[in-house]
């Protein structure tokens, strides 16, 4: 305790604002798991399980978009914090009656958990640029890598508290549960959280939360594609695919979607050793190279899928391949848009760049389930290749003077 309290303040707050991260990304992912398995046992189509998502998707767009411009005048800690309350109420809403639980009240409910979570994630990735010193672009690297890392390791851990919950409390239990343990984060976060963290020095005007810098619009447009091409097929329709052609239970589907992401985690928390930072290759050049090889992996399996080759096999080691692929990728983009945010008011061009990212998440969540309804996994695996390349080529129009981490 004596070296916790000797650590410097800008590691306690980093300290804090990971905790606080981590504790939302626990809940995130075992809601998004609880709901995709309960409704589907309930009887719901893919398409009406991808749509409660859609309310989430949607405000998550909106809520990178304002949420940056309202980081910069009122300070991410009060961002962080309102993102960790309104998850409590989102939990609340759904520990109701199984009756209560229509299509358009889940979907209200999703809305406020989309907005806290996006609320929560701006202000912590932001938050980030604020606490490294101006050049040291290795540890902003580092840093920003095992942040993203081990909240993606976590929500693997979420989804597989999902399934669990699901089985040992039911859904309504589960929702109560997980509501009373964010709400002591919450409070423990208003008491030790810095209140001046991340308030642009100026108050931006509303207008600029939009990004004028053509770097981060070329980055932004990247990262739309990018997440597109991974939920076109892993949001709806993996989950509903293992359920039903393969016929494993809920806590096997949890279980193993939870493993794929913690994996996903830990390659992205050591994403700076992996891409080899020291070689004479820029970061902007270095997503065009791992965009390419992420683009090959669905492809296969979709070809598996399409002759009948193995399909079992293509699909667990090809979703193995997928994870660490598209870790790389995520850790460079995340890295690429905090070097080259503006350091006074972080959080707009971060939280226009997460707009992005949101939209491709809203874009791939709704054809996962309409897709895949109607065509099946193969065809969610062809438009995720058809996403990916568009990647890449947007990415060859990336700067190359962006510093590289050493």
Same mark, same amino acid.
């Given at each position: 305790?004596?070296?916790?309290?000797?650590?410097?303040? !800008?590691?306690?707050?980093?300290?804090?604002?990971?905790?606080? $991260?981590?504790?939302?990304?626990?809940?995130?992912?075992?809601?998004?798991?609880?709901?995709? =398995?309960?409704?589907?046992?309930?009887?719901?189509?893919?398409?009406?399980?991808?749509?409660?998502?859609?309310? $989430? !998707?949607?405000?998550?767009?909106?809520? %990178?978009l304002v949420g940056g411009w309202i980081g910069a005048r009122l300070g991410l800690n009060k961002t962080m914090n309102i993102g960790l309350a309104l998850q409590v109420v989102a939990l609340l809403m759904l520990a109701v009656p199984s009756? *209560?639980?229509?299509?358009?009240?889940?979907?209200?409910?999703?809305?406020?958990?989309?907005?806290?979570?996006?609320?929560?994630?701006?202000?912590?990735?932001?938050?980030?640029?604020?606490?490294? +010193?101006? @050049?040291?672009?290795?540890?902003?690297?580092? *840093?920003?890598?095992? =942040?993203?890392?081990?909240?993606?390791?976590?929500? @693997?851990?979420?989804?597989?508290?999902?399934?669990?919950?699901?089985?040992?409390?039911?859904?309504?239990?589960?929702?109560?549960?997980?509501?009373? /343990?964010?709400?002591?984060?919450?409070?423990?976060?208003?008491?030790?959280?810095?209140?001046?963290?991340?308030?642009?020095?100026?108050?931006?005007?509303?207008?600029?939360?939009?990004?004028? #810098?053509?770097?981060?619009?070329?980055?932004?447009?990247?990262?739309?594609?990018?997440?597109?091409?991974?939920?076109?097929?892993?949001?709806?329709?993996?989950?509903?695919?293992? #359920?039903?052609?393969?016929? *494993?239970?809920?806590?096997?589907?949890?279980?193993?979607?939870?493993?794929?992401? /913690? @994996?996903?985690?830990?390659?992205?928390?050591?994403?700076?050793?992996?891409?080899?930072? %020291?070689?004479?290759?820029?970061?902007?050049?270095?997503?065009?190279?791992?965009?390419?090889?992420?683009?090959?992996?669905?492809?296969?399996?979709?070809? #598996? =899928?399409?002759?009948? *080759?193995?399909? !079992?096999?293509?699909?667990?080691?090809?979703?193995?391949?997928?994870?660490?692929?598209?870790?790389?990728? #995520?850790?460079?983009?995340?890295?690429? /848009?905090?070097?080259?945010?503006?350091?006074?008011?972080?959080?707009?061009?971060?939280?226009?760049?997460?707009? +992005? %990212? +949101?939209?491709?998440? =809203?874009?791939?969540?709704?054809?996962?389930?309409?897709?895949?309804?109607? $065509?099946?996994? !193969?065809?969610?695996?062809?438009?995720?290749?058809?996403?990916?390349?568009?990647?890449?080529?947007?990415?060859?129009?990336?700067?190359?003077?962006?510093?590289?981490?050493?």
């Open positions: 305790m004596q070296r916790l309290a000797n650590l410097p303040s !800008e590691i306690k707050q980093y300290l804090v604002v990971t905790g606080n $991260y981590w504790a939302f990304t626990l809940t995130d992912g075992a809601l998004r798991m609880l709901v995709v =398995l309960y409704f589907h046992q309930l009887g719901y189509t893919p398409l009406s399980i991808a749509m409660l998502f859609l309310f $989430y !998707e949607v405000f998550g767009v909106v809520t %990178n009756g *209560w639980l229509t299509v358009v009240y889940v979907m209200v409910a999703q809305a406020l958990s989309g907005i806290a979570k996006d609320l929560n994630k701006m202000s912590a990735k932001s938050s980030i640029k604020t606490l490294v +010193a101006e @050049g040291q672009e290795d540890t902003l690297f580092k *840093w920003v890598a095992i =942040l993203t890392g081990s909240k993606n390791a976590l929500k @693997g851990i979420g989804f597989f508290l999902g399934g669990v919950l699901l089985t040992l409390l039911g859904f309504k239990g589960a929702m109560i549960f997980m509501a009373s /343990i964010l709400a002591l984060v919450w409070v423990f976060s208003m008491i030790v959280l810095k209140k001046d963290l991340g308030k642009a020095k100026t108050k931006p005007k509303f207008t600029d939360i939009f990004s004028k #810098s053509q770097s981060i619009n070329i980055l932004s447009a990247a990262r739309l594609f990018l997440f597109g091409a991974r939920d076109v097929w892993f949001v709806v329709a993996l989950p509903v695919f293992l #359920s039903q052609i393969f016929d *494993w239970d809920h806590w096997q589907v949890g279980g193993f979607l939870a493993l794929w992401v /913690i @994996g996903y985690g830990i390659v992205q928390s050591f994403a700076p050793k992996l891409i080899k930072t %020291n070689m004479p290759i820029s970061p902007s050049q270095q997503t065009v190279k791992w965009a390419s090889l992420l683009a090959i992996t669905p492809l296969v399996i979709a070809l #598996s =899928l399409h002759f009948n *080759w193995y399909v !079992e096999v293509f699909v667990i080691v090809g979703l193995m391949v997928f994870g660490v692929l598209f870790a790389i990728n #995520s850790s460079l983009h995340s890295y690429l /848009i905090v070097s080259m945010a503006d350091a006074d008011g972080v959080s707009l061009d971060v939280g226009f760049y997460y707009m +992005a %990212n +949101a939209l491709g998440r =809203l874009i791939g969540t709704i054809l996962s389930g309409y897709i895949y309804q109607q $065509y099946g996994l !193969e065809y969610c695996l062809i438009i995720s290749f058809v996403f990916i390349t568009l990647t890449t080529l947007i990415s060859m129009k990336l700067p190359n003077d962006v510093a590289k981490p050493v």
